[in-house]
């Protein structure tokens, strides 16, 4: 009988051990699932903003000389972000109404616009939008850098 309780005894714990070193991972998955759920749902609402640019294959070649049968009206950009109209410096507020005053001159042209890399996104973008507001609907960008020349 002594022998027998003494067997028990180890049969017991040997189970109790074996108890011990399971590990319950049902709350962890739980807290994974979870997580992943939120991360989808959160990750579905985020929009990024583009702004959709016409940008020539060849950007590293000079626009074409102005003549009579060319309508387009070109604007430069340095780095410095000063604008240029027919080679003279203009101010950013008064490049609405030259591009409406070249336009009426010479309409169904586009604007081309030729920013130095380093200038600022800001400045292409008021420039788009002063001509869209001169009903000049067809504005394209020409990137260039002065170490290329």
């Known amino acids: 009988m002594i022998g027998d309780v003494t067997v028990s005894r180890r049969k017991r714990k040997h189970q109790d051990d074996g108890d011990k070193a399971e590990i319950d991972l049902t709350p962890m998955l739980d807290v994974v699932f979870i997580m992943l759920i939120f991360f989808i749902v959160t990750a579905s609402f985020v929009k990024e903003r583009t702004?959709?640019?016409?940008?020539?294959?060849?950007?590293?070649?000079?626009?074409?000389?102005?003549?009579?049968?060319?309508?387009?009206?070109?604007?430069?950009?340095?780095?410095?972000?000063?604008?240029?109209?027919?080679?003279?410096?203009?101010?950013?507020?008064?490049?609405?109404s030259l591009i409406a005053q070249k336009n009426a001159a010479n309409p169904g042209g586009g604007v081309v616009v030729r920013a130095h890399e380093e200038s600022s996104t800001e400045t292409y973008v008021k420039i788009a939008d002063a001509s869209r507001d001169a009903n000049v609907m067809d504005v394209s960008l020409v990137p260039f850098n002065d170490k290329a020349r």
């Open 51 to 96: 702004l959709n640019v016409n940008v020539p294959e060849n950007a590293d070649a000079p626009p074409p000389p102005p003549t009579n049968e060319n309508k387009t009206i070109l604007v430069m950009v340095d780095a410095q972000n000063e604008v240029f109209i027919d080679g003279r410096r203009v101010d950013i507020r008064s490049v609405r």
